[in-house]
């Protein structure tokens, strides 16, 4: 059973999600210059005050959200066996997050239309968060068996998300999986590609 504040925060996800949708369908369909921050507040049935109170900004809103947050990564490497190496530990915890995203898989087709139409809005928007995010998780791998440097973990992390996203984009395309794409992704990737 939801806590109050679960359900909170659970209904603010959905709104974020709503309004990022609704932004992304006029960019679609309207063009970018269409996208105003009162014309996406009037698609998301909000107030352009409301709309300062999910993002900062247009272009913050057509990007889509995160998959999965660092810490729920972080988490859920912390629950592996600690005489796991880190390869195996990584290709558990992108099986996991990739089934739990499972359900916005049906959102992402539009904003993979929108990145490809315009790459140059994700660039703007996550540059400043993702060195600390990145700096966070390194450092999680890099306490983990099997792991020789600090390049190897960097090297063992941007290949688990590259195996994750590309998991995720071919499922999403082709309707294959998952599951059975990201074994295929590690298996790739354990025998150097």
């Known amino acids: 059973m939801e806590s109050p504040q679960e359900r909170r925060d659970r209904r603010r996800a959905e709104k974020r999600q709503a309004i990022r949708l609704a932004a992304v369908k006029i960019v679609l369909d309207e063009g970018l210059e269409a996208a105003t921050v009162e014309a996406i507040s009037a698609a998301a049935d909000i107030s352009p005050r409301t709309f300062f109170n999910y993002f900062a900004s247009k272009e913050e809103a057509l990007v ?5 947050s ?3 990564l972080i988490d859920l490497l912390g629950h592996r066996p600690g005489g796991e190496l880190a390869f ?4 558990a915890v992108a099986r996991t997050l990739a089934v739990r995203a499972q359900p916005l898989w049906a959102d ?6 929108l990145r490809k139409r315009h790459p140059e809005l994700a ?18 791998v890099r306490s983990r068996p099997g792991v020789t440097s600090a390049l190897h973990a960097r090297l063992l992390v ?5 195996a994750m996203i590309s998991s995720i984009q071919v499922s999403a395309e082709t ?8 074994d295929e992704a ?3 990737l354990e025998n150097g590609l």
């Open 64 to 68: 889509m959200g995160p998959l999965w």
């Open 70 to 72: 660092p810490e729920e």
């Open 88 to 91: 195996t530990s990584l290709q």
């Open 108 to 113: 992402m087709k539009p904003f993979m239309e």
């Open 123 to 140: 660039a703007k928007v996550r540059a400043a968060d993702e060195s600390k995010t990145m700096d966070a998780i390194f450092g999680a």
């Open 158 to 162: 941007i290949a688990t998300f590259g």
């Open 175 to 182: 309707g294959a999986p998952v599951d059975e794409l990201l």
């Open 186 to 188: 590690f298996t790739l």
